[in-house]
């Protein structure tokens, strides 16, 4: 089970880095000034250099993509209820959320921008796990479906 959460999180890190950069990317052509935000203009005086503030990203980025990597590990779990994998997972992810929204400055430094931010982030996570539940439902009940029909259920 370690040898399997150290795999995920050693791919989860370089793919929360690509979708950090994709994210500046994005964030970039949106603004439309044709300049290149690799990070939120605070956090580069926040840091004191942008390249400082960067780097910290970067670290917080690879950080981030190696907890949810190492995470997944936890929808394996045969012996966990839905509700325990689930509880457990959005706690895991969430205590990573903090220090990586908050050093990187997705939300505003204050109890409200943090409330904000966190309120944003659980509907976001109810939505995605809702999606995969239903995805899942919906192949569950096709393949008893196919059971009954080739007679191999009682």
Not at 120 to 125: M, Q, R
Request: glycine letters at 8%; aromatic letters at 14%; one cysteine or more.
């Amino acid at each position: 089970m370690k040898q399997k959460i150290f795999c995920r999180a050693a791919l989860g890190a370089p793919l929360g880095l690509a979708i950090s950069w994709c994210i500046a990317l994005i964030v970039s052509a949106v603004v439309g000034d044709g300049q290149f935000y690799a990070v939120v203009p605070s956090m580069a005086a926040d840091c004191g250099s942008e390249f400082r503030a960067v780097l910290l990203q970067t670290m917080a980025s690879a950080f981030y993509g190696a907890v949810w990597g190492g995470a997944s590990v936890i929808w394996e779990i045969e012996r966990w209820s839905l509700t325990r994998m689930t509880f457990s997972h959005l706690a895991l992810c969430s205590l990573a959320t903090l220090p990586v929204a908050w050093l990187s400055r997705w939300m505003p430094h204050s109890f409200w921008g943090a409330v904000g931010y966190f309120g944003l982030f659980f509907v976001i996570y109810a939505a995605v796990w809702l999606g995969q539940y239903l995805q899942m439902r919906r192949r569950l009940d096709q393949i008893n479906r196919k059971i009954q029909q080739d007679g191999l259920s009682d």
